[in-house]
């Protein structure tokens, strides 16, 4: 059963903590997102990569989130230092694309749950 | 960037009427995919309709790509389909734009 796994489920960190939230793409997904969801901006694009590569990060504040694959099986969200307006709800979300051909179809992880105090 | 539209925002039903939601875009797409966030906060693909019409089981989803729509319907509705249900569309790139969704409850 194929599926896109993340880790934490749920995170409670302090403000000014290191969050690292880790992702495993479906194996043979060449693309990787991350997407954010809040009450106030409901579901956007933070970052994704194709081939490990970063492909567009515009939606990520640059100044505290990081976004890495350090391997195909694996993709890192980090935020440091971390602040209550990060609190939300963090999807990774895989898919297989060759530009210009074919499906384009996103699948999505559980979510982690972030909460900043 | 492209704009997503849903609607209604809030839907009530008995158990057992169907419903069509709707989804309007700005501008071409090569991806639009339907998803029910389920009270548990996943996301549940649905629908992977670019274009044409699919179906199933219950639920059954049209794209009208050349008037830039899309609609979702539930038949007989059950209290399990309660949740969020959203449109996401992507143009040329692959980056998904989410709608604001149509919150679901189905009541018995």
């Known amino acids: 059963d194929a599926r896109v796994t993340q880790t934490p489920r749920h995170k409670v960190t302090e403000m000014g903590q290191e969050v690292t939230m880790r992702c495993q793409p479906i194996?043979?997904?060449?693309?990787v997102f991350w997407y954010r969801q809040t009450m106030m901006q409901g579901l956007e694009l933070l970052a994704y990569?194709?081939?490990?590569?970063?492909?567009?990060d515009s939606g990520m504040p640059k100044d505290r989130f990081s976004a890495e694959m350090p391997d195909a099986t694996l993709a890192t969200l980090k935020i440091q230092p971390s602040e209550p307006r990060d609190s939300a709800v963090y999807f990774c979300?895989?898919?297989?694309?060759?530009?210009?051909?074919?499906?384009?179809?996103?699948?999505f992880g559980p979510g982690t749950r972030l909460t900043v105090l | 960037g492209i704009q997503v539209e849903q609607s209604p925002p809030d839907l009530i039903l008995q158990e057992g009427a169907n419903s069509t939601l709707r989804c309007n875009f700005s501008d071409s797409v090569n991806n639009l995919q339907w998803f029910h966030q389920n009270p548990w906060g996943q996301l549940i693909n649905l629908f992977y309709i670019p274009s044409g019409t699919k179906q199933n089981g219950r639920l059954s989803a049209t794209t009208v790509a050349t008037e830039r729509y899309s609609l979702l319907y539930i038949s007989s509705s059950q209290t399990t389909d309660s949740g969020v249900y959203f449109c996401a569309v992507a143009g040329t790139a692959s980056k998904l734009t989410f709608g604001t969704g149509t919150r679901l409850q189905v009541t018995l």
């Open positions: 194996l043979g997904h060449n693309t």
């Open positions: 979300a895989s898919g297989f694309r060759v530009p210009g051909q074919g499906r384009n179809e996103q699948f």
């Open positions: 990569f194709r081939n490990r590569a970063p492909l567009d």
